[in-house]
């Protein structure tokens, strides 16, 4: 059975910083490219990062310079370091996992991230 399960979310202040962790299980985590997408409610759900298998990364235009994806391989986890967070990064954020970097073929549950003041 495969679980992605994330955790790091929260409520920060604008400008703040945050890190989310995602785990992996029931896949050989080395063979997929990972994302973190995010959604707000009435809107579709935007990738946000991803990294390929190889460590490749690509981002949104509305975090690149404030958002780093990376991966451990050895810990099945992915990270989304979050800096300079904005009001407008209010959202949740999930996990996905995929063998190609078009379409996730594993969503995790979410987690709620709040900026706010």
């Known amino acids: 059975q495969v679980q992605l399960v994330e955790s790091g979310g929260g409520l920060v202040q604008p400008g703040g910083s945050l890190r989310l962790s995602c785990v992996a299980s029931?896949?050989?985590?080395?063979?997929?490219?990972m994302g973190w997408y995010r959604q707000v409610p009435g809107k579709q759900r935007e990738l946000v990062a991803l990294?390929?298998?190889?460590?490749?990364?690509n981002y949104a235009d509305s975090v690149k310079g404030r958002f780093t994806i990376s991966r451990d391989n050895a810990k099945n986890t992915v990270y989304l370091q979050m800096n300079s967070l904005k009001p407008e990064d209010t959202a949740v954020y999930y996990c996905?996992?995929?063998?190609?970097?078009?379409?996730?073929?594993?969503w995790g549950q979410g987690t709620q991230v709040t900026v706010s003041s």
């Open positions: 990294i390929s298998r190889s460590g490749s990364r």
């Open positions: 029931g896949i050989i985590f080395r063979l997929y490219a």
């Open positions: 996905t996992a995929g063998l190609g970097e078009r379409d996730p073929d594993y």
